[in-house]
């Protein structure tokens, strides 16, 4: 079974992806439609669904998920970590 609903085609986005007003606008335009997509197929339930299907999945996810963390966190004052472990495997 596919995880990927089919869209329904009054809800895609149809207009244009370019402006002159530069490179910038461009790269709004796509997270929009990025995001616009992600919101048809389901959002995060679809995307915690995605990633359990397949170990695949999950790979990409987490690669996809480290490129978008910052390197490195400067905090100041006092902060406290808790980690739980996943009981499941991925």
Known sequence: ?????????QNIRSTALTQPAGGNVVIKQLREVFRDAF???????????????DPANARVFISAISKLLPATVQVSGNIVIQATALDEEL
């Open 39 to 53: 919101d048809q197929l389901g959002g995060a339930a679809w995307l915690v669904e995605f990633v359990k299907e």
């Open 1 to 9: 079974m596919s995880l990927i609903p089919q869209p329904q085609p």
